[in-house]
């Protein structure tokens, strides 16, 4: 659900959030290994895009330090650097995939998409169902008794994130945490708006429950 992408190419690094972004990820980027592991110590992130020749810290010791702390997040190296001996020495540091560039964009959103199944705690299945309601975690559809949701990418992610959760209450900050971005205005309705819309398009009988101060339940 949440991506940080370290690299140094400005442009690049803004070409690949704003992809990762339409895809339904919340994304933060940042451009040397110092910003990295700053990032990487306030927020939970799913997963690492992890530039190896970053200023700073450099990559492979932003990797080394992410597995030395037992960190859950996965760590996906996108590197210029694609000789074998480039990628079995990254993914000895720790990565956990290891994407050349240059690289083609559905592929990197495919490869994300799978670390973060494997990065959930306990690992998300291809598929979530309960009462009727079905997310296909890795086509990225939604339905509801056969209908299909016609989600929007946030809308699916909050839809995923209340599935994942079993019938356990979720609460707006966690939404907040784990589908929106390090920039998103901890008042803002945005999770109120967004569940608003869900229920709309979830339809009859209502599946979503509220607790006022507790948080969301499906």
């Given amino acids: 659900m949440r991506v940080l992408v370290a690299e140094d190419e400005t442009v690049l690094a803004g070409f690949v959030a704003a992809g990762l972004r339409r895809a339904g990820f919340a994304v933060d980027t940042v451009h040397s290994g110092d910003a990295a592991l700053d990032h990487l110590g306030l927020y939970d992130y799913d997963v690492v895009v992890l530039d190896r020749d970053l200023p700073g810290v450099h990559g492979d010791e932003v990797a080394r330090r992410l597995v030395a702390g037992g960190s859950r997040t996965r760590i996906l190296m996108l590197t210029a650097a694609v000789a074998l001996e480039d990628r079995v020495r990254g993914l000895d540091l720790g990565a956990d995939d290891y994407l050349g560039k240059p690289f083609e964009f559905p592929e990197l959103v495919s490869r994300v998409r799978a ?18 309601v079905r997310v296909d975690t890795v086509r990225r559809t939604a339905e509801r008794d056969g209908r299909d949701l016609g ?14 959760a079993d019938g356990a209450f979720v609460s707006a900050e966690e939404l907040l945490e784990r589908a929106w971005d390090a920039h998103t205005d901890p008042f803002t309705g945005a999770v109120r708006v967004c569940m608003s819309k869900l229920r709309g398009k979830l339809g009859e009988p209502p599946v979503i429950r509220t607790v006022q101060g507790v948080g969301y339940a499906l």
């Fill in 115 to 132: 670390l973060r199944r494997r990065s959930a705690r306990p690992p998300v299945p291809p598929v979530l169902e309960r009462h009727g």
């Fill in 151 to 164: 989600l929007s990418p946030k809308e699916l992610v909050v839809l995923q994130v209340l599935l994942e």
